[in-house]
Protein backbone atom coordinates (compact mmCIF):
# COMPACT_ATOMS: atom_id res chain seq x y z
CA UNK A 1 0.00 0.00 0.00
CA UNK A 2 1.20 3.53 -0.89
CA UNK A 3 2.64 5.67 2.12
CA UNK A 4 0.34 8.23 2.99
CA UNK A 5 1.89 12.12 4.39
CA UNK A 6 0.62 13.05 7.78
CA UNK A 7 -2.16 15.19 6.40
CA UNK A 8 -5.41 12.98 5.13
CA UNK A 9 -7.87 13.56 2.72
CA UNK A 10 -11.33 12.19 3.24
CA UNK A 11 -10.94 10.03 0.23
CA UNK A 12 -7.40 8.72 1.77
CA UNK A 13 -9.13 6.72 4.54
CA UNK A 14 -9.30 3.35 4.63
CA UNK A 15 -11.46 1.36 6.32
CA UNK A 16 -9.24 -0.39 8.71
CA UNK A 17 -8.01 3.11 10.05
CA UNK A 18 -8.87 3.60 13.68
CA UNK A 19 -10.07 7.24 14.04
CA UNK A 20 -10.17 9.59 17.33
CA UNK A 21 -12.84 12.18 16.06
CA UNK A 22 -12.76 15.61 17.89
CA UNK A 23 -14.28 18.94 18.08
CA UNK A 24 -13.18 21.71 19.87
CA UNK A 25 -10.59 19.79 22.22
CA UNK A 26 -13.37 17.28 23.12
CA UNK A 27 -12.74 13.80 22.03
CA UNK A 28 -16.28 11.95 20.95
CA UNK A 29 -17.22 8.88 22.64
CA UNK A 30 -20.06 6.20 22.40
CA UNK A 31 -20.61 3.51 24.56
CA UNK A 32 -16.94 4.11 26.26
CA UNK A 33 -15.59 3.67 23.30
CA UNK A 34 -13.79 6.69 21.56
CA UNK A 35 -12.26 4.50 18.68
CA UNK A 36 -14.07 4.82 15.28
CA UNK A 37 -13.75 3.28 12.04
CA UNK A 38 -15.21 4.87 8.84
CA UNK A 39 -17.98 2.36 8.74
CA UNK A 40 -19.42 3.94 11.23
CA UNK A 41 -19.70 7.12 9.98
CA UNK A 42 -21.08 8.88 6.67
CA UNK A 43 -17.75 10.47 5.51
CA UNK A 44 -19.88 13.63 4.33
CA UNK A 45 -20.00 14.57 8.11
CA UNK A 46 -16.12 14.74 7.91
CA UNK A 47 -15.80 17.77 5.20
CA UNK A 48 -13.57 20.40 6.05
CA UNK A 49 -11.85 18.54 8.97
CA UNK A 50 -7.88 18.24 9.33
CA UNK A 51 -7.14 14.96 9.31
CA UNK A 52 -3.80 13.55 10.81
CA UNK A 53 -2.11 10.46 10.32
CA UNK A 54 -0.77 9.70 13.80
CA UNK A 55 0.94 6.24 12.88
CA UNK A 56 0.85 3.81 10.28
CA UNK A 57 3.03 1.15 11.13
CA UNK A 58 0.76 -2.54 10.10
CA UNK A 59 -2.45 -3.19 9.44
CA UNK A 60 -4.29 -0.45 10.80
CA UNK A 61 -3.28 3.23 11.50
CA UNK A 62 -4.56 5.77 13.75
CA UNK A 63 -5.72 9.09 12.25
CA UNK A 64 -6.85 12.36 14.65
CA UNK A 65 -9.88 14.08 12.78
CA UNK A 66 -10.47 17.32 14.01
CA UNK A 67 -13.97 18.11 12.82
CA UNK A 68 -15.35 21.37 11.70
CA UNK A 69 -18.48 20.98 12.82
CA UNK A 70 -20.13 19.69 16.35
CA UNK A 71 -21.26 16.29 14.87
CA UNK A 72 -21.50 14.68 18.27
CA UNK A 73 -25.81 14.79 18.44
CA UNK A 74 -25.54 12.93 14.67
CA UNK A 75 -23.06 10.40 15.91
CA UNK A 76 -24.94 9.99 19.27
CA UNK A 77 -21.45 10.17 21.17
CA UNK A 78 -20.70 12.44 24.04
CA UNK A 79 -18.17 15.32 23.54
CA UNK A 80 -15.51 14.66 26.64
CA UNK A 81 -12.20 16.05 28.05
CA UNK A 82 -9.09 14.00 27.53
CA UNK A 83 -9.32 14.22 31.26
CA UNK A 84 -12.55 12.20 31.66
CA UNK A 85 -11.17 9.18 30.14
CA UNK A 86 -8.30 8.12 32.11
CA UNK A 87 -10.50 6.27 33.72
CA UNK A 88 -11.97 4.27 30.70
CA UNK A 89 -10.48 1.97 28.62
CA UNK A 90 -6.96 0.12 29.10
CA UNK A 91 -3.85 2.44 29.18
CA UNK A 92 -2.91 2.52 25.78
CA UNK A 93 -6.12 3.62 24.62
CA UNK A 94 -5.68 6.59 27.11
CA UNK A 95 -2.21 7.18 25.22
CA UNK A 96 -3.75 6.86 21.48
CA UNK A 97 -6.05 9.77 23.35
CA UNK A 98 -2.77 11.77 24.49
CA UNK A 99 -0.89 11.67 21.59
CA UNK A 100 -4.07 12.73 19.64
CA UNK A 101 -4.68 15.47 21.95
CA UNK A 102 -0.92 16.90 22.12
CA UNK A 103 -0.69 16.52 18.64
CA UNK A 104 -3.83 18.49 17.68
CA UNK A 105 -2.76 21.24 20.45
CA UNK A 106 0.46 21.98 19.09
CA UNK A 107 -0.57 22.70 15.12
CA UNK A 108 -3.58 24.54 17.21
CA UNK A 109 -0.66 26.64 18.61
CA UNK A 110 1.64 26.68 15.88
CA UNK A 111 -0.40 28.11 12.73
CA UNK A 112 2.03 30.88 12.76
CA UNK A 113 5.76 31.37 12.39
CA UNK A 114 6.88 32.78 15.70
CA UNK A 115 10.17 34.47 14.03
CA UNK A 116 8.03 36.36 11.10
CA UNK A 117 4.46 36.34 11.95
CA UNK A 118 3.41 34.63 9.01
CA UNK A 119 1.25 32.14 8.42
CA UNK A 120 2.80 28.62 8.34
CA UNK A 121 1.92 25.46 6.50
CA UNK A 122 1.91 21.90 7.46
CA UNK A 123 5.34 19.66 6.52
CA UNK A 124 3.82 16.60 4.06
CA UNK A 125 6.14 13.85 4.88
CA UNK A 126 7.49 15.34 8.67
CA UNK A 127 5.76 15.95 11.33
CA UNK A 128 6.53 19.65 11.68
CA UNK A 129 5.13 22.92 10.09
CA UNK A 130 7.36 25.19 7.90
CA UNK A 131 7.13 29.13 7.44
CA UNK A 132 7.44 29.63 3.81
CA UNK A 133 8.85 33.05 4.08
CA UNK A 134 12.05 32.30 6.46
CA UNK A 135 11.98 28.72 6.12
CA UNK A 136 12.08 28.00 9.79
CA UNK A 137 10.73 24.58 10.43
CA UNK A 138 8.91 23.90 13.54
CA UNK A 139 8.64 20.35 15.24
CA UNK A 140 6.82 19.39 18.61
CA UNK A 141 7.87 20.09 21.87
CA UNK A 142 7.40 17.92 24.98
CA UNK A 143 8.00 19.75 28.20
CA UNK A 144 10.56 17.46 31.07
CA UNK A 145 9.03 17.63 34.49
CA UNK A 146 10.29 16.26 37.11
CA UNK A 147 7.91 14.29 39.51
CA UNK A 148 9.68 12.89 42.97
CA UNK A 149 8.56 10.82 46.12
CA UNK A 150 10.83 11.65 49.03
CA UNK A 151 11.14 8.96 51.62
CA UNK A 152 12.87 8.96 55.31
CA UNK A 153 13.60 5.44 56.71
CA UNK A 154 10.22 3.91 56.16
CA UNK A 155 7.86 6.64 55.96
CA UNK A 156 7.07 8.83 52.75
CA UNK A 157 6.33 12.67 52.33
CA UNK A 158 3.15 13.34 50.76
CA UNK A 159 1.86 17.05 49.70
CA UNK A 160 -1.53 18.56 48.84
CA UNK A 161 -1.71 20.94 45.89
CA UNK A 162 -2.69 24.56 47.23
CA UNK A 163 -3.50 25.09 43.50
CA UNK A 164 -5.27 21.72 41.52
CA UNK A 165 -8.09 20.65 44.47
CA UNK A 166 -7.63 17.03 42.89
CA UNK A 167 -8.51 15.49 46.32
CA UNK A 168 -4.95 13.52 46.30
CA UNK A 169 -2.03 14.04 48.44
CA UNK A 170 1.01 12.67 45.95
CA UNK A 171 4.41 13.33 45.61
CA UNK A 172 6.38 16.40 44.69
CA UNK A 173 6.93 17.56 41.12
CA UNK A 174 8.04 20.59 38.84
CA UNK A 175 9.10 21.44 35.38
CA UNK A 176 12.81 21.15 34.44
CA UNK A 177 14.67 24.53 33.51
CA UNK A 178 17.01 25.32 30.56
CA UNK A 179 20.55 24.27 31.61
CA UNK A 180 18.94 21.66 34.38
CA UNK A 181 19.33 18.19 34.57
CA UNK A 182 16.54 16.63 35.86
CA UNK A 183 17.91 15.67 38.91
CA UNK A 184 19.02 19.04 39.92
CA UNK A 185 15.13 19.91 39.24
CA UNK A 186 14.50 16.92 42.24
CA UNK A 187 16.64 19.05 44.70
CA UNK A 188 15.34 22.46 43.89
CA UNK A 189 12.01 21.79 43.64
CA UNK A 190 12.32 20.15 47.27
CA UNK A 191 14.27 22.59 48.53
CA UNK A 192 11.45 25.20 47.01
CA UNK A 193 8.62 23.40 47.85
CA UNK A 194 9.15 22.16 51.42
CA UNK A 195 12.18 23.26 52.38
CA UNK A 196 13.97 20.11 52.58
CA UNK A 197 17.14 19.55 51.35
CA UNK A 198 17.83 15.64 49.68
CA UNK A 199 20.32 13.50 48.43
CA UNK A 200 20.76 10.04 46.57
CA UNK A 201 18.35 11.12 43.85
CA UNK A 202 17.40 7.88 41.64
CA UNK A 203 15.61 7.56 38.55
CA UNK A 204 12.52 5.42 38.55
CA UNK A 205 10.61 5.29 35.62
CA UNK A 206 8.47 7.87 32.94
CA UNK A 207 5.44 8.70 31.75
CA UNK A 208 4.10 10.85 28.67
CA UNK A 209 1.22 13.16 30.86
CA UNK A 210 -0.93 14.84 27.96
CA UNK A 211 -1.43 18.04 30.24
CA UNK A 212 -0.95 19.24 28.16
CA UNK A 213 2.56 18.26 27.09
CA UNK A 214 4.49 17.11 29.78
CA UNK A 215 7.31 13.94 29.74
CA UNK A 216 6.97 13.14 33.85
CA UNK A 217 10.24 11.77 34.93
CA UNK A 218 10.04 10.05 38.06
CA UNK A 219 12.30 10.08 41.10
CA UNK A 220 12.95 8.53 44.54
CA UNK A 221 14.92 10.61 46.76
CA UNK A 222 16.12 10.43 50.25
CA UNK A 223 15.48 13.02 53.09
CA UNK A 224 18.93 14.70 54.06
CA UNK A 225 18.11 17.76 56.65
CA UNK A 226 15.44 20.14 57.26
CA UNK A 227 11.77 20.71 58.86
CA UNK A 228 9.21 20.39 56.30
CA UNK A 229 8.08 24.35 55.74
CA UNK A 230 5.47 24.06 52.36
CA UNK A 231 5.24 26.73 50.19
CA UNK A 232 2.33 28.61 50.84
CA UNK A 233 1.42 29.57 47.09
CA UNK A 234 2.01 25.75 45.71
CA UNK A 235 1.64 23.49 48.52
CA UNK A 236 -1.58 23.50 51.21
CA UNK A 237 0.09 20.64 53.01
CA UNK A 238 2.73 17.89 53.02
CA UNK A 239 3.39 15.57 56.14
CA UNK A 240 5.69 12.03 56.46
CA UNK A 241 3.34 9.30 56.12
CA UNK A 242 3.90 5.40 57.60
CA UNK A 243 2.78 2.85 54.81
CA UNK A 244 0.37 1.58 56.45
CA UNK A 245 -1.69 4.92 57.25
CA UNK A 246 -2.02 6.54 53.76
CA UNK A 247 -3.94 9.47 52.79
CA UNK A 248 -6.07 9.44 49.69
CA UNK A 249 -2.92 9.17 47.02
CA UNK A 250 -3.27 9.19 43.30
CA UNK A 251 -3.83 5.12 41.73
CA UNK A 252 -1.06 3.87 39.81
CA UNK A 253 -2.66 2.80 37.23
CA UNK A 254 -3.10 6.06 36.13
CA UNK A 255 -0.23 8.42 37.32
CA UNK A 256 3.80 7.85 37.63
CA UNK A 257 3.50 9.42 41.03
CA UNK A 258 1.01 6.81 41.95
CA UNK A 259 3.48 4.01 40.68
CA UNK A 260 6.50 5.63 42.51
CA UNK A 261 4.15 5.32 45.82
CA UNK A 262 3.75 1.77 44.88
CA UNK A 263 7.36 1.07 44.48
CA UNK A 264 8.28 2.67 47.85
CA UNK A 265 5.65 0.39 49.34
CA UNK A 266 6.30 -2.64 47.90
CA UNK A 267 10.18 -1.96 48.60
CA UNK A 268 9.32 -1.44 52.52
CA UNK A 269 7.29 -4.37 52.81
CA UNK A 270 9.88 -6.90 51.16
CA UNK A 271 12.80 -5.53 53.85
CA UNK A 272 9.86 -5.80 56.87
CA UNK A 273 10.30 -9.59 58.96
CA UNK A 274 7.70 -11.92 58.03
ZN1 LIG B 1 8.73 33.05 9.31
Same mark, same amino acid.
Given at each position: MSQRNHFLEIAQLRDSDRLVLLYEAQILVRNEKFIWSLSELDPNLLNGADIILLEDEGGSAIVAVNTRNDISDTLQAEARSLRSLLFIGGDT?????? $?????????????????????????????????????????? $???????????????????????????????????????????????????????????????????????????????????????????????AEAHWYDIDNLPNVPSADISVAGELIQHFIAQVRSSQPK
Open positions: SFTVAG $RVSQLLDWYNTHRYCGTCGNRTIHHGAERAVVCEVCKIHYFP $RINPCAIMLVVKGDQLLLARSSRFNSGFFSCLAGFVEIGETPEETVAREVMEEVGLEVENIRYIKSQSWPFPSQLMLGFVADYKSGEITPEPSEI
